[in-house]
């Protein structure tokens, strides 16, 4: 069944420009105890990792975004998952607050940004292409769709807030993208 889902939702996403975004109840996410809308489109993308396991396969990327929830539920005592999206080196997107609710994830910054995290430790080494495309084509599709300004600033965790996040490789890679501003 899951997999029937998958499928659906990547053939919508092809037709909307945008990387298969799995639905937290598609992934089997808690639902959040709390919910402030956001009012879009945002003007800044922001980049993190998980600092986490790594995940190559949509079942062990579910399985992070289940343990990175309870975590910032549990531990931080948020009201749900502090990203809009996580990715996975399967190059999936899977919903964290998603577009329109305000995130936990980078201060000053959470009541005007998309807040994309990708799973795993980035020190010193990239995520995979699929990874890094599916980074790509969700900020365009938050474009396209309008959650996010077309005139959008891209920034990484650590321009925002005292943290080593995104690590040093994503953080030089996530440079050379277009619209990056330190």
Known sequence: MLRLIALLAALCAVAHGCPTILTKSQWGGRAATCRTAMVTPVTYVVVHHTEGTACTTQAACITQAKNIQSYHMNSNAWCDIGYSFLVGEDGNAYEGRGWTSV???APNYN????????????TSSNPNTAAINAVKSLISCGVTKGYIKSAYILKGHRNVTATDCPGNTVYNTVKTWPRFQA
């Open 103 to 105: 995130g936990a994830h």
């Open 111 to 122: 009541s005007n940004s998309i807040g994309i995290s990708v799973f795993g430790s980035f």
